[in-house]
């Protein structure tokens, strides 16, 4: 392997581990939102404990994932100028300013509120602790904001000029509102949704079966489950309308997606197969006739350019094309389990909320195998989007290739290989704590600030 193809998958390595923790805190702080209203408005009633207990467990989570996040973007921020030094010379008039904005309002916004709300409870009155806690919910949206719409701008670029090689803005709500970027943000916001809602639901089936529960297991797991099936459908409708803007500005990817190797009406929809690069062909191909022009331009008679189109200048195609797959069946799965466990709360929601949960021991055990599926769909789609990009690094513009340092591929190597080694310890061990927590699911320190001065705060031992 060369220095281009070592440092590809080291970003790749890097950026991979990182996407799995804001994949968690975008959409769980929103639902430590829900929590705390719901604790805030039951506040001395019987209900109120169980919610409180929710959100003392998976705030800890949050602040968990929240860390790892930080330290694992800090690492991938200096990618860009240890392995790609092309990219900021000729693109950081953009990347730059749009990094800067998140920091700006996103982080600031969250470095502000997040010790309130790791630290308030008891210390600041429910209002004031809720209303941190949306700050930081917001915080960690606009962090998404910013990052997906420079993401987005790599893949269709807009609202620039150039000059002398180098780019320059001429349009920023052009660059920052760029055609792919409505469909990716909203993608994501819906992806973070489903990660939180099966974690949610998972661990708090875990605890169940591990008979660990508190009185805020229940609530977190009914919790999960119903925004889990809320939201797949929302995914698929959002997932299609991406389709078709991938369709319009990056042909090439959506040939890659479905094995389309030359141009064609009714281009039929390659289920499953082994892509064949070499001979523009696809092996033992399972197909459909003509869906592929149907779902994807939604006309069944729709030419569907092929790779052929596009020589020298489309992805690898049997990352892109298992990739795809790998989402696509994930998000089925997810359909599937939680519309059948959804069914099963619906079916008792006129029983007594303080009863037996209505899920059985077979319902807990894939809810419980479930608890990282969101995971593996993200990761899945990021796959599919960045390898889709290739061989460009600014899609049509900048290539890959022209981007990377010129380091010895044994430096890189030897990188790579200790990044892999911490990152493989970093994930087992937050797996583990995630375990723990459920296991030892502490209780909520007294509410009143002369019980709580002299206590461990609420982000205290795990």
Not at 240 to 256: C, R, V
Not at 412 to 426: N, Q
Request: glycine share 8%; hydrophobic share 55%.
């Amino acid at each position: 392997m060369d220095t281009l193809l070592l440092s590809r998958i080291q970003f790749a390595a890097n950026i991979s581990f990182h996407i799995l923790f804001p994949t968690i805190t975008i959409a769980l702080c929103w639902f430590l939102v829900y929590f705390r209203a719901r604790y805030t408005a039951a506040r001395g009633t019987p209900a109120a404990q169980g919610w409180e207990e929710a959100y003392y467990l998976w705030t800890k989570v949050f602040a968990l994932s929240f860390a790892l996040g930080v330290v694992s973007g800090v690492v991938m921020s200096f990618q860009f100028g240890t392995n790609w030094p092309g990219f900021m010379e000729k693109v950081g008039n953009i990347a730059g300013p749009l990094l800067g904005y998140e920091v700006l309002t996103a982080f600031f916004l969250e470095a502000a509120f997040l010790g309130i709300m790791l630290f308030g409870r008891g210390r600041v009155s429910d209002r004031v602790h809720l209303f941190a806690t949306l700050a930081v919910a917001v915080g960690t949206t606009l962090s998404a904001f910013w990052i997906l719409s420079l993401n987005s701008w790599m893949q269709t670029p807009a609202g620039f000029r150039m000059e002398n090689g180098v780019m320059h803005a001429d349009d920023w709500f052009a660059i920052v509102f760029n055609p792919s970027f409505p469909y990716r943000l909203v993608h994501m916001l819906l992806a973070s949704t489903l990660t939180v809602s099966f974690l949610l639901a998972g661990l708090s089936a875990w605890q169940i079966l591990r008979g660990t529960t508190n009185q805020g297991t229940r609530r977190a797991l009914t919790t999960g489950v119903v925004a889990a099936a809320c939201a797949i459908p929302l995914q698929i409708f959002a997932g299609d309308l991406h389709g078709l803007n991938t369709l319009e500005h990056q042909p090439a990817k959506i040939a890659a997606i479905e094995g389309i190797w030359q141009t064609e009406r009714r281009a039929p929809l390659t289920l499953f197969g082994l892509p064949n690069e070499a001979e523009q062909r696809t092996d033992y191909a399972i197909t459909v006739p003509g869906l592929a022009s149907l779902i994807l331009a939604h006309d069944w008679d729709a030419e569907l350019k092929g790779l052929n189109e596009f020589p020298g200048a489309h992805p690898p195609v049997a990352p892109v094309f298992w990739s795809f797959r790998v989402m696509v069946g994930m998000g089925v799965l997810m359909l599937a389990v939680s519309w059948w466990a959804a069914a099963s709360l619906w079916r008792a929601r006129k029983n007594d909320r303080s009863g037996p949960l209505p899920l059985s021991r077979t319902q807990l055990r894939v809810l419980a195998a479930m608890t990282f599926s969101g995971w593996v769909a993200t990761l899945a789609g990021w796959f599919v989007t960045e390898i889709g990009r290739q061989p460009f690094l600014v899609y049509g513009l900048f290539r890959t290739a022209d981007m990377v340092a010129p380091h010895a591929a044994g430096m890189v190597l030897t990188t790579l290989v200790g990044y892999l080694a911490v990152y493989l310890f970093l994930l087992v061990a937050y797996v583990l704590v995630l375990m723990y927590m459920a296991q030892h699911p502490a209780m909520p320190l007294p509410a009143s600030p002369q019980a709580a001065r002299p206590a461990v705060p609420v982000g205290g031992p795990a």
